[in-house]
């Protein structure tokens, strides 16, 4: 079972707040679970700058100061009614920061679909993006929802 952390950040700083997040990452042992070949899901939901609405640039470059150096593709997709990823990508500096650390920026709405047989009732099978199933590991950053989000 991998274990859950949580800290307030009650810094000023964006180097505070990566030393933040090395130290939380240290503390929830990712190592352990974080290994080979990864896929980091950073919420873009929105090609506007509104705080909560996608991740943090604050928390996607703290993330990636700690896998700087590992095989790591980085991205989302489009939300099912538009086409916001690549501006959004732009907009809040996720492929900037991609290029920065030597992370492939993906968008997987381009991404060849394969079809997966499930266990499940009511979708018995699904399509996901090939990459999706080359990976070794998923890390999401999702947005935070309750507080307000860190803005460059």
């Known amino acids: 079972m991998s274990k859950v952390v949580h800290r307030k950040f009650n810094g000023?700083?964006?180097?505070?707040?990566?030393?933040?997040?090395r130290?939380?990452?240290e503390e929830a042992d990712w190592k352990r679970y974080v290994k080979g070949r990864m896929f980091v899901?950073?919420?873009?939901?929105?090609?506007?700058?509104?705080?909560?609405?996608?991740?943090?640039p604050w928390?996607?470059?703290?993330?990636?100061?700690?896998?700087?150096?590992?095989?790591?593709y980085a991205g989302?997709?489009?939300?099912?009614?538009?086409?916001?990823l690549e501006k959004g990508a732009e907009l809040w500096n996720y492929k900037k920061l991609?290029?920065?650390?030597?992370?492939?920026?993906?968008n997987l709405s381009n991404q060849k679909l394969i079809e997966l047989e499930t266990k499940e009732e009511i979708f018995s099978k699904i399509k996901?993006?090939?990459?999706?199933?080359?990976?070794?590991?998923i890390v999401t950053l999702p947005p935070n929802k309750l507080a307000r989000s860190f803005i460059p």
């Open 76 to 84: 989302d997709a489009n939300i099912a009614t538009g086409n916001q």
């Open 59 to 72: 928390m996607v470059e703290a993330v990636f100061r700690v896998l700087k150096g590992m095989d790591v």
């Open 128 to 137: 996901i993006p090939k990459l999706l199933d080359d990976v070794d590991c």
């Open 98 to 106: 991609c290029k920065r650390y030597g992370i492939k920026f993906v």
């Open 41 to 56: 899901k950073i919420n873009i939901l929105s090609d506007q700058v509104v705080p909560g609405q996608c991740t943090s």
């Open 12 to 21: 000023k700083s964006k180097e505070e707040f990566f030393e933040l997040v």
């Open 23 to 25: 130290k939380v990452m």
